[in-house]
């Protein structure tokens, strides 16, 4: 079974800058979550989805972030502007349903100068 | 509400002595836990899943915890640490009452030496 994808592995921005990062889920996998990673912490929640539409959006910040499943597959994560404290790593995570077992993508390196 | 308190940000073991990495949990209903890994540069992996049934828990690589209600905790054990352990543990706590949303706590590194 293929894992999560997600690219790119690795982004540099510079500030103000808009960056967006692509998520392609197991087969099957209707429940896609977002997940924002600073250095030194567990992941943080910050959209999921089931199917194309939105479950929760509560800590995702809706200023600059904005995330899409448009077709209830592939979902992308955009930042725009982006900040020097959007500086972490982006992991998509799916499964089949809500209460089962999220697998994790390897992430997106985003560091911001 | 629901929270996790990893008590250990570093944990140092030698190879081939016994790992603990202690974890507690808040919940307000009835929990789901898990402990996930990640190795530098990956994403996380499930190493085993708490969901009320027997409060003893096998996951992959050895690993194993034990649920404990009247101590809120949930501390991952292994009998023997091998060099490939070293990553850093994540405790997860999941709840109906909290929509099945996962809460991470910050981690304990694992450093397993010669």
């Known amino acids: 079974e293929a894992g999560v994808a997600q690219s790119p592995r690795y982004k540099i921005i510079e500030k103000r800058q808009s960056v967006a990062f692509w998520c392609n889920p197991i087969?099957?996998?209707?429940?896609l979550y977002w997940y924002q990673q600073i250095l030194g912490q567990g992941p943080k929640l910050l959209i999921q989805f089931q199917n194309n539409g939105v479950v929760d959006d509560s800590q995702l910040p809706k200023d600059r972030f904005s995330a899409e499943r448009l077709k209830g597959v592939d979902s992308t994560l955009k930042i725009q502007p982006a900040k020097l404290e959007d500086s972490a790593v982006y992991l998509c995570?799916?499964?089949?349903?809500?209460?089962?077992?999220?697998?994790f993508g390897d992430g997106t390196r985003l560091s911001i100068l | 509400a629901q929270s996790v308190t990893q008590l250990d940000s570093h944990v140092s073991v030698s190879e081939g002595t016994p790992v603990l990495l202690r974890c507690n949990y808040s919940?307000?209903?009835?929990?789901?836990l898990f402990w996930y890994v990640q190795h530098p540069n990956k994403g996380l992996q499930l190493l085993l899943k708490?969901?009320?049934?027997?409060?003893l828990v096998k996951g992959i690589n050895g690993f194993e915890a034990e649920f404990k209600k009247s101590e809120t905790s949930f501390h991952l054990t292994k009998p023997s640490a091998h060099m490939s352990d070293a990553a850093e543990y994540f405790c997860?706590?999941?709840?109906?009452?909290?929509?099945?949303?996962?809460?991470f706590g910050t981690g304990t590194q694992l450093k397993v030496e010669l």
């Open positions: 087969s099957g996998h209707a429940t």
């Open positions: 995570a799916t499964s089949g349903a809500p209460d089962q077992p999220q697998h």
């Open positions: 919940s307000s209903y009835s929990p789901s």
């Open positions: 708490y969901t009320s049934a027997a409060t």
């Open positions: 997860v706590v999941s709840s109906r009452g909290g929509g099945n949303k996962l809460t």
